[in-house]
C-alpha cells in the first residue's frame, strides 16, 4: 500500500519521473501493480514527452501481472498505440500462463484496426496457444479491418471460421462484403456471392443491395440485374444501382424503364432517385431526354442542387450556355441558390472554350454569392490554363488560394507544379513550393518527379539535389511506381544538365530497386547516350559492369556499349559483353555481329572473325556488305589472296553487289601482292558487271598500287583517264601523284601536279609537307622561276606554305637561278605537259591496250607527254 500511495502521491503532483520511480520501485519490491495504476503512469509520460514503452522496460522482467496486461493492452488497443501494444505483448510472453482471453481480444482487434502487418502471425499464434475466439469476435475483426483496408487479414479470419466452424455466417460475410466495399474490391464481393449460394447462405436486403452495388461497380450488369429480380423485394438503393449501371452501360432506355417501373411500384421516389436517372441523361449525353425528365422532377417538385447541377452539366456539354443563364435563375426562384459545384461546372465550361476572362468572371461572381472556391475550383483553372499557359493567371490563382485559405489537395500541386513548369519559370517553381510547404502540404511522389525535371531542365542542379537529398532525409516510405517515377525524373534531370557522374551515381544507387523498374533499360539507355555523345563513355561502362546483374538491358544499349569497347581496342570487354547478352537471353543482331568482326579484323584476328561470320549463318542472319568488306579488309592487310577471293566469291553468291569500297579493298590487296594486272582486271570488271561509277577513292588507290610498283608512269595515266570515266579527282587523288612524283623525283609532274590541284580548288586540301617539299624541289632543281609564280597563285588560294619554303622561293627567284641541280639528276621536260594539265585530254578505258594488259617497260617521265589520241590508262603511249 505505501508503495501505491507514493505512485497515486506523483501521479497527483504531475510529476512523471518520480511517478516511474515509485512505480519502479514498486516493482522491484515484488508488489504487482494494477493495469490501472500503470495505464496513468504511462499517460501522464507520454503527456510530458515521454514513451510509454519506455516506462515498461523500466520494470523488472515477471513485473507485469496477467490482470495488468489486459488492462494495458485494452488501453493501447483503443488509442492505437501499437508500440506499446508490442511492448506488452513482450512483457506478458515472461508469463507462464499467457495472455488472458481480453488480452488477446485487445490485441487482435488494435492490430486489425491499425493495419497491422504482423496481424496474421499474431492471430495464428494466438490460436496455437488454444485461444478460441467467438463467432462475435471474429465479426468485429473482420469489420474492423474495413478502415484501415487490411484485406489479408479479413480473408484469413474468415477462412479460419470455415475450417473451425465448417460455415461462414451472413454477419461475417457481411464484413467481409464492407472490407472489400472500403477497398473497392468489387470483383471479389461479386465472387461472395457465388460462395454464399453453395453454402446457403440466406441473404438479407442489406446484403442484396451491396452485391448489386458491387456487381455495377465492377462492370457485371447481369449479375446486377440477378440479384435485382433474386431479392424478390428489391428496395429504393437496389433500383439507383440499376439505374446507375444502366447510364454506365449507355443503355439509357432500361433506366428510364427502371424509373418507370419504380414509379409505379408502392415505393416512394425521391429527388436522389429521379438525379440518378438524369446522371444516366448526362452520361449518354441525350440532351432530349434529360429535358423530359427535368420537366418531369419539376413538376413533382422533386429537384434540388444536386438536379440542377446535373442538368447544367448536360447543357453545357451541349453547346446550350444561353439556356444554362436561365437554369440558374430558375434555381435562385426556387431557393436553391448555386453552389461550388455549379460554379466549378461554369469554370470548367468557359476555360474548356479558351474564355479566360469568362472564366475569372465566373470565379468573381462566385465569391460574390458568398461561395467559397475550393481546391476543385483552382484545379479546374490551371487545368485550363495549362495548354496556354501566362504568368498572371498563376499569380492570380495563387492569390486567390491564400485569400480563401484552400488547403491545397495533391490534384492542385500537380496542376499548378504542371502550369509552372510550362512557364519554364525555375523562380515562380519554387516560390510556389515555398508557398506550398509553408501551409504544411507535402508535395507527393509525382509532384516531385515533376519539379525535378523542371530544375533539371532549367539547368538547375542544385535545387534539383536539394530535393533529392530531400526525400532521401524524409523517411517516407515509397510504392515502387513512385520510386521509379522519381528515379528517372532525377537521371533525366542530371542528364539535361550535363552532370552525368550524378546521374549514373543516381542510377548505381538504385540497383537494389532496378529489378523491379520496367524503365531501367531505357533509362540506362539514355545515360549510354549521353556518355558516348560527351565522349564520356566510360563512366557508362563501368556503371554497367556494377549494375549489370540487376536488370536486362536492350539491344540497341548492347551494341552501344560493344561499338564503344571495339573502338577503344578492347575486345576482350567487348566479347564478355557479347556473351552477357546471350546470359541474358537478348538476340544478337546484324549490327552486334557486324561491329564485332569489324573489330577483329581491324585488329587482325582474322580467325575469330571469321568464327563470328559462321555463328551468324547458324543463327539465320544474313551478312550485309558492310559486313563482307570489313572482313575483305581484313583479309587484304594479311595479304591472303585466296581467302580474299573465296569471301568475294561467298559475297556474290549471297547476291550482294560489290561496291567502290569492294574493289579499293581488292586493288590495295593485289598492289601488297604486286599484281597490278589483277588490279587494274577488277576495276574493270566489276563496276561494268555490277553496273555502277568507279568513284575516286578507287583510282586514287589504283595509282597508289602503281606507285608502290615502281610504275609511274601507269599512275599518271590513270590520272589522266579519270575525267573520261566521269570521275573528278579530288585531294587525296593529287597528294596521292605528288608523293609519287616526288619520290620518283619527276620535277615538271610534280609541278603540273600542282597546278592541276590549284585550278580544282582541291589545294587547300593538301597536306602542307607536301606542298613544301614540291616548292623545295623546285627551287633545289634551279627552278625558281617554275616555283615562283606556283607560290603566288598558292598563296591566292589561301594555302597555309611554311616560311622556309617562301623564303626559298623567293631568295631562288631574286638570284635568278635556273639550274641548281647537276646535270646526271635533270629530268626532261615534256613539253606537252607544259602546254596543258594532266586531265584536259579525254582518254578511254577498254581499248586494245585496256586495263589488265602487260606492264609497260621503264620509261622516264619525260616520255609519258600527253599526245592527243594517246591509248588508254595503264597502256604504253604512242610513240611519235
Known amino acids: 500500500a505505501a508503495y501505491e500511495l507514493r505512485v497515486r502521491a506523483a501521479l497527483e503532483a504531475q510529476t512523471a519521473d518520480d511517478a516511474v520511480c515509485a512505480l519502479v520501485e514498486m516493482s522491484s519490491g515484488g508488489v504487482f501493480a494494477s493495469g490501472a495504476v500503470i495505464a496513468a503512469v504511462i499517460e501522464l509520460s507520454a503527456r510530458q514527452g515521454g514513451a510509454g514503452v519506455q516506462v515498461l522496460r523500466k520494470l523488472p522482467c515477471g513485473s507485469l501481472s496477467m490482470d495488468a496486461a489486459a488492462h494495458l493492452l485494452q488501453r493501447a488497443a483503443a488509442c492505437l498505440d501499437m508500440d506499446l501494444v508490442r511492448e506488452v505483448c513482450r512483457c506478458a510472453a515472461g508469463l507462464s500462463m499467457g495472455l ?24 495464428d499464434d494466438f490460436a496455437q496457444c488454444g485461444f478460441e475466439p467467438q463467432e462475435s469476435l471474429l465479426t468485429a475483426v473482420v469489420s474492423m479491418c474495413a478502415d484501415s483496408k487490411h484485406v489479408p487479414l479479413a480473408e484469413h479470419v474468415v477462412a479460419y471460421s470455415r475450417k473451425a466452424h465448417g460455415r461462414v455466417t451472413l454477419s461475417l460475410y457481411a464484413a467481409l462484403i464492407k472490407v472489400y466495399g472500403q477497398a473497392r474490391l468489387w470483383h471479389k464481393t461479386c465472387d461472395l456471392y457465388e460462395a454464399m449460394k453453395r453454402e446457403g447462405v440466406a441473404l438479407d436486403t442489406v446484403a442484396f443491395g451491396a452485391l448489386i452495388k458491387a456487381a455495377v461497380e465492377s462492370g457485371r450488369p447481369e449479375l446486377a440485374r440477378e440479384l435485382f429480380h433474386e431479392s424478390g423485394n428489391p428496395d429504393l438503393l437496389n433500383y439507383m444501382s440499376l439505374i446507375r449501371s444502366a447510364g454506365r452501360e449507355r443503355d439509357l432506355p432500361k433506366a428510364l424503364r427502371l424509373l418507370e417501373e419504380l414509379e409505379r411500384s408502392p415505393i416512394s421516389v425521391d429527388a436522389t432517385t429521379y438525379n440518378c436517372a438524369l446522371e444516366a441523361c448526362a452520361m ?55 453552389n461550388a459545384v455549379t460554379y466549378n461546372s461554369l469554370i470548367r465550361d468557359a476555360v474548356t472554350r479558351q474564355d479566360t476572362d469568362r472564366a475569372w468572371s465566373i470565379v468573381q461572381a462566385m465569391e460574390r454569392a458568398g461561395v467559397r472556391p475550393d481546391a476543385f475550383t483552382c484545379s479546374i483553372l490551371m487545368k485550363g490554363f495549362k495548354h496556354n499557359p501566362a504568368a498572371a493567371d498563376v499569380d492570380r490563382t495563387i492569390a486567390m488560394i491564400q485569400r480563401e485559405k484552400i488547403v491545397p489537395d495533391e490534384v492542385l500541386v500537380n496542376c499548378l507544379l504542371d502550369v509552372c513548369v510550362r512557364l519554364r519559370d525555375p523562380q515562380r517553381l519554387t516560390h510556389v513550393l515555398e508557398q506550398f510547404r509553408a501551409t504544411g502540404v ?38 515502387t511506381s513512385q520510386h521509379e517515377e522519381v528515379f528517372a525524373a532525377m537521371v533525366e534531370a542530371c542528364l539535361a544538365g550535363g552532370d552525368l557522374r550524378g546521374g549514373l551515381s543516381v542510377f548505381r544507387d538504385a540497383r537494389e530497386h532496378l529489378a523491379a523498374f520496367p524503365r531501367a533499360a531505357s533509362i540506362f539507355a539514355a545515360c549510354v547516350k549521353a556518355c558516348v555523345q560527351s565522349k564520356q563513355a566510360q563512366l557508362a561502362l563501368d556503371v554497367y559492369s556494377d549494375t549489370k546483374d540487376d536488370f536486362v538491358c536492350g539491344k540497341i544499349t548492347y551494341n552501344t556499349l560493344v561499338d564503344v569497347l571495339v573502338r577503344q581496342g578492347d575486345m576482350g570487354r567487348a566479347g564478355e559483353v557479347f556473351r552477357d547478352m546471350a546470359l541474358k537471353n537478348v538476340t544478337p543482331d546484324l549490327i552486334t555481329y557486324s561491329t564485332l568482326i569489324k573489330g577483329h579484323c581491324s585488329r587482325g584476328d582474322l580467325e575469330q ?133 616526288l619520290r620518283a623525283n619527276d620535277l615538271e609532274s610534280v609541278a603540273q601536279g600542282l597546278a592541276d590541284a590549284l585550278a580544282s580548288g582541291c589545294a587547300g586540301r593538301l597536306e602542307n609537307d607536301v606542298v613544301d617539299s614540291a616548292l623545295l624541289m623546285m627551287v633545289r632543281r634551279g627552278r625558281a622561276d ?31 637561278e635556273t639550274s641548281a641541280a647537276s646535270p646526271e639528276c635533270e629530268t626532261p621536260t615534256p613539253a606537252s605537259w607544259r602546254r596543258s594539265s594532266f586531265g584536259s585530254d579525254r582518254g578511254r578505258f577498254g581499248s586494245s591496250d585496256s586495263l589488265g594488259g602487260g606492264r609497260p617497260e621503264p620509261r622516264s617521265a619525260g616520255s609519258y607527254a600527253r599526245r592527243d589520241g594517246r591509248g588508254p590508262i595503264g597502256a604504253a603511249p604512242r610513240r611519235s
Open 100 to 123: 488472458p482471453s481480453s488480452g488477446c481480444e485487445a490485441v487482435l482487434k488494435a492490430c486489425a484496426s491499425a493495419g497491422e502487418g504482423s496481424a496474421i502471425e499474431v492471430f
Open 284 to 338: 449518354c449525353n441525350d440532351r432530349a431526354s434529360a429535358e423530359d425528365l427535368f420537366r418531369r422532377m419539376s413538376a413533382n417538385s422533386q429537384v434540388d442542387v444536386v438536379s440542377y447541377n446535373t442538368y447544367l452539366k448536360v447543357l453545357l456539354s451541349t453547346g446550350a450556355h444561353a439556356q444554362a443563364s436561365a437554369v440558374l435563375r430558375e434555381m435562385s426562384s426556387r431557393g436553391l441558390p448555386p
Open 442 to 479: 507535402v508535395p507527393s511522389m509525382h509532384a516531385y518527379a515533376t519539379l525535378i525535371r523542371a530544375y533539371g531542365h532549367a539547368h538547375r542542379c542544385d535545387n534539383v539535389w536539394e530535393l533529392w537529398r530531400e526525400l532521401q532525409n524524409g523517411g517516407r516510405e515509397w510504392a
Open 609 to 741: 572473325g571469321l568464327q563470328l561470320l559462321g555463328q551468324m549463318h547458324r543463327r539465320g542472319i544474313k551478312p550485309d556488305a558492310v559486313l563482307f568488306n570489313s572482313i575483305l579488309d581484313g583479309c587484304a592487310h594479311k595479304q591472303m589472296r585466296s581467302l580474299t577471293e573465296q569471301v568475294l566469291r561467298d559475297m556474290e553468291a549471297a547476291e550482294i553487289a560489290p561496291s567502290n569500297f569492294t574493289i579499293s579493298i581488292l586493288v590495295k590487296l593485289y598492289g601488297r601482292c604486286g599484281d597490278l594486272q589483277a588490279a587494274f582486271r577488277v576495276v574493270e570488271a566489276y563496276p561494268a558487271k555490277y553496273g555502277f561509277q568507279v568513284n575516286a577513292q578507287v583510282f586514287t588507290c589504283l595509282m597508289s598500287a602503281c606507285i608502290a610498283n615502281g610504275a609511274l608512269p601507269r599512275a599518271i595515266e590513270v590520272y589522266k583517264g579519270m575525267p573520261s570515266r566521269g570521275c573528278t579527282p579530288d585531294a587525296k587523288t593529287y597528294q596521292t601523284l605528288l608523293i609519287g612524283c
Open 786 to 816: 617554275m616555283a615562283a609564280p606556283l607560290l603566288d597563285e598558292i598563296i591566292r588560294h589561301g594555302v597555309h606554305i611554311s616560311d622556309r619554303a617562301v623564303g626559298a622561293v623567293r631568295r631562288g627567284a631574286a638570284l635568278g
